[in-house]
């Protein structure tokens, strides 16, 4: 099957579809909305064409902070003591005991001070030549319209499973925008802040169509029949809960139609080449001898290609160990969705890549940056569709006892079961439908 993702009944529906340049998160979470956006292009709030220096200025000061402190994090002593310093600000405060947290933060006020100081202002102005639904996947760009007081409709969609108080605004209980809530932590974190119920609708995380195939998960299904195989190759899991399998897969294929694949994807500031490294050369006589496909996402940075090229001396690249990259981020996106399915295990820090748990795929979880990372990973830990990295160095040892085992077919499972997967689809519906 081959699915046509621009099959909306009505092809005219368009919205301002907007996210920010800052990692892959917020950009990845737009990319399965791009169906709806006007000229089917994201706008990223802080890099599109004509932006004033000024503005620009103040988002590359939050970028490049937030990618110098996340690669100092290595650093013994210095790493931690700056990374404290900067995700204090960011903090997410403990959910219990329930209490009113609709107070703002200093790092809330700060960005305020700007946007009342005019950042974001040429941005909006240009969007009300033609006031569309607009659609954020980052908060900021949404406190920007509503300020400026755009006359469309303002939504914002929740990229982890866990929030701080920036994500709202300064008086929640005044404000309009509308929250796409990724999960039932959001949904409840975002009440906890002041925000209406009525603003909030609990939609799941946005995952791209291309891996979905429609309302029926016609596409997910199949994917994922055949990752049970690899995750189960001795059949103990299978053998236990076959009623499971069977009733909410249907009949597996005879044999599966890819070799068992692991990717690593490395998050946009790098953080983590040091692991998939060690990684590597823990697996390397079951990839030289075919047992096991590995596949580096290093994105569009060419230095981590660069760095893997140079450090991996006795494997050869060829479609056992290759490196996924790609020139623009719309096009490492969608190779990225492609190598998906046929991936059966994803290792990656626990950014937005959590939420693609949901397409059966077991996530190996990589040491947390960051406060939502922290909260990401007890989500995933919390229904099962994730399992802790042990020590890189000896990947052989651990990965091979979680296969045979069939804890990874678990926890695949439980990533499918559990997580809403059509939030693409619920989003697009609600900004057209009501």
């Avoid at 939050?62 to 990374?83: A, H, N, Q, W």
């Avoid at 692991?262 to 983590?272: D, H, V, Y």
Wanted: charged letters at 25%.
């Amino acid at each position: 099957m081959v699915y046509n993702r621009f099959n909306m009944k009505e092809k005219n529906k368009r919205a301002w579809v907007v996210a920010a340049d800052m990692g892959y998160g917020h950009q990845r979470t737009a990319y399965p909305l791009r169906d709806i956006a006007f000229g089917e292009k994201v706008i990223n709030a802080n890099s599109y064409h004509g932006i004033p220096k000024k503005d620009r200025n103040i988002w590359e000061q939050t970028r490049s902070l937030y990618e110098v402190v996340s690669r100092l994090k290595r650093v013994p002593l210095i790493g931690d003591v700056s990374f404290y310093i900067m995700d204090t600000f960011q903090k997410i405060l403990t959910y219990y005991p329930k209490r009113d947290l609709s107070k703002p933060n200093f790092a809330l006020k700060n960005i305020f001070y700007f946007i009342k100081k005019g950042w974001g202002k040429d941005l909006i102005e240009r969007f009300k030549k033609n006031p569309l639904p607009m659609v954020s996947t980052f908060f900021t760009p949404a406190f920007m319209a509503e300020e400026q007081n755009y006359p469309g409709q303002i939504y914002c969609v929740i990229c982890d499973a866990d929030i701080s108080r920036a994500w709202v605004s300064l008086n929640p209980e005044e404000s309009r925008i509308k929250y796409f809530a990724s999960s039932t932590w959001t949904r409840d974190r975002l009440k906890l802040y002041g925000v209406k119920p009525e603003n909030i609708y609990l939609t799941g995380y946005p995952l791209p169509k291309e891996n979905i195939g429609g309302e029926d998960m016609e596409i997910v299904k199949e994917d994922m029949r055949h990752r049970i195989l690899n995750l189960d190759p001795k059949g103990k899991y299978r053998k236990m809960y076959a009623s499971l399998v069977d009733g909410t897969l249907g009949k597996l294929p005879e044999k599966s139609n890819h070799p068992l694949t692991i990717m690593f994807s490395i998050g946009g500031a790098g953080a983590q080449k040091e692991i998939c490294l060690k990684a590597i050369n823990s697996l390397a006589e079951k990839i030289k001898e075919k047992k096991v496909r590995f596949i580096i996402a290093v994105g569009t940075r060419k230095e981590l290609a660069k760095y893997f090229a140079e450090n991996i001396k006795d494997i050869k690249f060829d479609n056992w160990l290759r490196i996924l990259s790609s020139d623009s981020i719309d096009d490492y996106f969608k190779d990225f969705d492609k190598a998906l399915r046929e991936t059966d295990v994803l290792w990656t820090k626990p950014s937005e890549l959590s939420f693609y748990a949901g397409l059966g795929i077991p996530i190996i979880i990589a040491p947390t940056i960051g406060s939502q990372e922290d909260f990401n990973k007890r989500w995933l830990l919390h229904i099962g569709a994730g399992a802790l990295q042990e020590d890189p160095k000896y990947t052989e040892q651990w990965f091979t006892d979680l296969l045979n085992g069939g804890d990874f077919a678990e926890i695949a499972m439980q990533g499918f079961i559990e997580i809403q997967k059509l939030g693409a689809y619920n989003i697009e519906r609600i900004i057209f439908n009501g």
